[in-house]
């Protein structure tokens, strides 16, 4: 069985959205709960109606006495999926993504198979708020850093496995399905927009496995103005988080030998690249102050 930890902030059209993909998986073995971590309690209201109405006994609600935050409110989600009595694996759901029909099944199987895996990710597909295909620039330029796959898997090993990762993390979080027999610590709740990426060098750097099925799409993952990742990057907390990663892994690296991997680390191409990306976008869209931001934080570097 798969354990859904789906934390919740806002927008319960998206969140119905993902608990809808959760309902048409063609495997019933999940359970799920909705960590609702909301400060509105309208919103909350909603959101347990919501779950209410949908009347599945696999879906649990859960409100958070108060706001803990995205961090902790994530590692309660890996805490529930290890106690669970039944769960072998946990996956940490976005409330405004979601599943495509076989990804549950998909993940039960290679559990299965490869037992010595700590964690599965997949191939995904980029979503607008509408829930259509999105072309998106950044994403696309990730998949030619994908390595060689076998079998329509890619296979990331102990230290050998970041070193694809430094130029850029082609892994979408909300896909990864953590084992939760091998799992042995939380997220870093201090970190946001890199927390997931954080946790993904540990395990690597820690002699984990993780493997990503590529066979076809089994995710659908949603961009749009009012996410997370949108609001990090105009206050530049998402660079700024970044370069704390990579020098911290950096760091990691050397004391491991691993000096020309660290010393790529230190270089932060991609978060280079990136700010590039958002200086010449701000331009052309006229937006001259947040362009000339970007601008002042990418010469810092």
């Not at 799992?183 to 750097?205: G, H, P, S």
């Amino acid at each position: 069985m798969i354990f859904f930890a789906i934390p919740f902030y806002k927008n319960v059209g998206f969140l119905e959205d993902t608990l809808k993909s959760l309902l048409n998986q063609t495997s019933e073995d999940w359970n799920a709960v909705v960590l609702d971590d909301s400060i509105d309690n309208g919103e909350a209201a909603q959101a347990k109606k919501l779950i209410e109405n949908l009347n599945d006994s696999r879906i649990k609600y859960q409100k958070n006495i108060q706001n803990i935050g995205m961090g902790n409110n994530w590692n309660q989600g890996l805490e529930l999926g290890r106690k669970h009595s039944k769960a072998i694996a946990t996956t940490i759901l976005h409330a405004d993504d979601r599943l495509l029909p076989e990804y549950v099944a998909s993940m039960l199987g290679a559990l299965d198979h490869s037992p010595n895996t700590t964690a599965f990710f997949c191939e995904t597909v980029v979503i607008d708020e509408n829930g259509k295909r999105l072309f998106s620039f950044a994403d696309y330029y990730k998949t030619f850093l994908l390595p060689k796959k076998k079998n329509g898997v890619i296979t990331l090993n102990g230290i050998e496995g970041i070193a694809p990762l430094i130029p850029g993390n082609f892994i979408f979080c909300p896909t990864l399905c953590y084992r939760n027999s091998r799992l042995e610590r939380l997220f870093d709740a201090n970190l946001k927009m890199v927390i997931d990426f954080e946790y993904t060098l540990d395990l690597l750097i820690h002699g984990h496995q993780l493997k990503g099925l590529y066979s076809k799409p089994l995710f659908e993952y949603r961009r749009h103005s009012s996410s997370t990742t949108n609001l990090m990057n105009q206050n530049l907390e998402r660079f700024k988080e970044e370069k704390f990663l990579y020098f911290q892994i950096a760091k990691k690296l050397d004391a491991k030998g691993c000096y020309k991997l660290a010393k790529k680390a230190r270089q932060m191409k991609i978060v280079k690249r990136n700010l590039l990306f958002q200086i010449t976008s701000s331009f052309l869209r006229c937006r001259f102050s947040l362009a000339n931001r970007y601008l002042q934080y990418y010469l810092s570097l």
